[in-house]
């Protein structure tokens, strides 16, 4: 028994090794206009919901989980205003049209139970919070590439899932994710859909899936626009957004299931047997 001791301790070192790295893997999915998203069921370790249907000083209102510390709930305008305006804002903007700027729709159905705030008129939010340009000047009114949107979130020892949903809207954009010591990964969406609400501009809505992990981290999410624009309408005011983020501890791995099944198998041989193999031959 010591030495099936000694095997499962060693086996439990490299699981834990394995499933805790200080390091991130991202990647993202697009998702059908309409889709419904319980942000309280999908963070259960913390969410933040950017845009509610109104705004505040930020131009922006931020809802919060209830005791949740993980996600930063301010956002920072990114990019350079000269020759178009006197500075890079934010704005929310809705299907509904009750927005701080003009009515781009989020297309998301966003809900919670457990917010510092509640749902905006009692029922789903589709509210998505861009970037945008204080006091326009450029003829014929049109925005630069590089506008975006950042965030912060803080990283722990073990894994955890930051799931945070993007729009983008007649452009590519650059989707970035950098640990504070050093691991960075990147990607780019393309805008693909043509709503009915606005079937002459392109949009790009889905999930950005980050798993992070590093002590004393922490974990910056961007989102740029980028080169090419499309042929949409208001290809002039390319824009990237953010519309909310969650947290939770990731699904198990498939080194999880494996591990499980090692387990499971090493064990019903000692039940069977009461021996287990060992490295030099003896039982």
């Not at 913390?46 to 931020?62: C, I, L, M, P, R």
């Not at 996600?71 to 809705?94: Q, R």
């Not at 452009?171 to 009915?196: H, K, N, Q, Y």
Request: proline letters at 5%.
């Amino acid at each position: 028994m010591m030495k099936y001791a000694l095997l499962l301790t060693t086996f439990l070192g490299l699981f834990t090794a394995t499933t805790c790295p200080a390091a991130l893997v991202m990647s993202y999915t697009e998702l059908a206009q309409g889709s419904p998203i319980d942000l309280t069921g999908e963070g259960n370790i913390d969410w933040v919901k950017w845009g509610n249907s109104q705004t505040d000083a930020f131009g922006y209102a931020a809802v919060e989980k209830v005791g949740g510390s993980v996600i930063g709930p301010i956002l920072t305008p990114l990019g350079d205003a000269t020759g178009f305006g006197t500075a890079v804002g934010l704005a929310t903007f809705t299907s509904g049209g009750n927005s701080s700027s003009a009515s781009i729709p989020g297309t998301l159905e966003f809900s919670w139970s457990d917010g510092t705030v509640a749902m905006a008129g009692g029922s789903s939010v589709d509210a998505v919070v861009s970037e945008y340009i204080v006091g326009l000047t450029n003829p014929p009114n049109s925005y630069p590439i590089g506008l975006g949107v950042s965030f912060d979130a803080a990283a722990a020892a073990t894994t955890q899932r930051l799931r945070v949903y993007v729009q983008g809207f007649n452009s590519d954009a650059l989707l970035t994710a950098s640990l504070s010591g050093g691991e960075s990964s990147s990607l780019v969406i393309s805008p693909t859909g043509r709503p009915a609400f606005s079937p002459s501009n392109d949009f790009a809505i889905g999930v950005l899936d980050v798993d992070f992990s590093g002590v004393g981290q922490t974990l910056t999410i961007s989102a740029t626009t980028q080169d090419p624009r499309t042929t949409g309408a208001q290809k002039d005011f390319a824009n990237v957004g953010f519309m909310a983020a969650t947290v939770a501890v990731p699904e198990p791995s498939s080194f999880l299931h494996l591990g499980v099944a090692f387990a499971a198998l090493t064990l019903g041989y000692i039940q069977r047997t009461g021996k287990i193999r060992v490295t030099d031959g003896r039982a």
